[in-house]
C-alpha cells in the first residue's frame, strides 16, 4: 500500500509539472509587481489610449479594478495590445495574466482552448452600420450586400449564420486586422461592416470623419456576453479575477462607491464589512489582503461609476444601462454575495 501511495504522488507531481501555470498566476503577479493584461487597444470605451498614452475603456478598468485588488495599486498594470487573432494565444502560452478583450462567452471557447470566463462585464450583440448614403434603414434590406467583417471572430460566424437563416446572400470581405477592416468600409470597398454594436458605436465615434455619414441599422443578430478570460488550469487566480469583478456589482448594489467607500467601513451592515474588508476572512479565502475590493471600489469605482465614466450617456457612445443595469433595476448584472 506505502509502495503505491509512493508512486501515486509521483504521477501526481509529474502532472502537476505539466501544467505551467498550475496556482502560479497570483504568485508571478506579486514577484512582478503588474499584472500583464490583453486588450484591444483599438476600441473606444473599451480599451484606447488617450492623448497621454494612458489606457481607458472599461475593459482597461477591469484590468486596473484587479490589480487595485491584488497589489493594492490600480496603476500596476502592463497593458498588451492584442488582435483577435492573437488574444487566445498569447492568454495561453502566458503572456498575458488575464484577457479584458471584448471577448465574447461562448460553450466552443469555454472548452476547447484551455481557457475560463470568468464574467460578463458588458452585455452585447452584433449589428450593422452602413452609410447613410446607402438608404437602408434595416437588416432586411442587406441581400447581396458586400460586407466587411473581421476574422478570428463570433462576428464571422454569426454572420454566415444569418444570412442563411434569412436565406438572402452577402458577399464577406474578410480582414485579419480591426484597423483595415474599418479603413475598407470607410474607404468603401463594402457597403455594410458588421462587428458588435458597442464596436460600431465605437468606430462610428472614433475612426471616421463624419459620424452623421453612417448609420447603426437597429437589427440585432446575436448574443455577445463579454467578459474577462483566464487560463484554465490556475482556479486561484480564475477566483481572484471573478471575485474582483462581482465586487465591483456588489458594490453598486449596496450603494458604495469610489466617493463614499471610506464612510462605509464604518457600517454595521455585516454584508458591507465583509465586501470592505472590516469583517476579515474574504481575502484569506482568495490569499490576497483583506482590503482587496476596497481598494478596488476606492481606486477605480463600483461598476457603474466604470460603465458610465467610459461607455455611459455622458460619452461619446452614450450607452444607457439597459440589459448592463443590476437586476434590481431591470438588468441582467447579478453578482453572488460575498460570504
Do not use: H
Not at 118 to 128: A, I
Not at 305 to 333: C, H, K, S, Y
Amino acid at each position: 500500500m506505502k509502495s503505491l501511495k509512493v508512486i501515486g504522488l509521483a504521477a501526481g507531481a509529474v502532472m502537476l509539472a505539466g501544467q505551467a501555470f498550475a496556482g502560479a498566476t497570483l504568485d508571478a503577479v506579486m514577484d512582478r509587481g503588474a499584472v500583464r493584461c490583453g486588450v484591444s487597444g483599438s476600441l473606444a470605451g473599451f480599451a484606447i489610449p488617450d492623448s497621454q498614452g494612458i489606457m481607458r475603456g472599461l475593459d482597461a478598468d477591469v484590468c486596473r479594478a484587479v490589480a487595485a485588488a491584488v497589489l493594492g495599486d490600480s496603476e500596476a498594470v502592463e497593458f498588451v495590445p492584442l488582435s483577435a487573432q492573437q488574444r487566445f494565444t498569447a492568454l495561453q502560452s502566458g503572456e498575458v495574466d488575464v484577457l479584458s478583450r471584448n471577448t465574447t462567452w461562448t460553450l466552443t471557447r469555454d472548452t476547447a482552448l484551455g481557457l475560463n470566463f470568468t464574467n460578463v462585464t458588458f452585455y452585447d450583440g452584433q449589428g450593422f452600420m452602413v452609410p447613410t448614403s446607402l438608404g437602408v434603414s434595416n437588416a432586411s434590406e442587406l441581400d447581396g450586400a458586400a460586407i466587411c467583417v473581421q476574422t478570428g471572430t463570433t462576428t464571422e460566424k454569426n454572420l454566415t449564420d444569418y444570412f442563411r437563416a434569412t436565406g438572402m446572400t452577402f458577399d464577406p470581405v474578410v480582414f485579419e486586422g480591426f484597423e483595415e477592416s474599418v479603413t475598407a468600409f470607410v474607404s468603401g470597398r463594402c457597403d455594410v461592416y458588421t462587428t458588435d454594436a458597442s464596436g460600431l458605436a465605437s468606430i462610428r465615434v472614433s475612426n471616421v470623419e463624419n459620424p452623421d455619414d453612417y448609420v447603426i441599422l437597429p437589427d440585432i443578430i446575436s448574443k455577445e456576453p463579454l467578459g474577462p478570460v483566464t487560463r484554465n488550469d490556475d482556479d486561484e487566480w480564475f477566483d481572484v479575477v471573478k471575485w474582483t469583478v462581482n465586487a465591483l456589482l456588489n458594490a453598486e448594489e449596496m450603494g458604495i462607491s469610489s466617493a463614499n467607500v471610506d464612510d462605509m467601513l464604518t457600517s454595521d451592515d455585516p454584508n458591507i464589512q465583509r465586501l470592505l474588508g472590516v469583517a476579515p476572512g474574504m481575502g484569506e479565502a482568495m490569499k490576497i489582503n483583506e482590503e482587496w475590493a476596497y481598494n478596488a471600489i476606492k481606486q477605480v469605482g463600483n461598476y457603474s461609476e466604470i460603465f458610465e465614466r467610459n461607455v455611459g450617456t455622458e460619452t461619446p457612445l452614450g450607452f444607457q444601462r439597459g440589459v448592463n443595469a443590476l437586476w434590481t433595476d431591470g438588468g441582467l448584472m447579478y453578482a453572488p454575495p460575498i460570504r
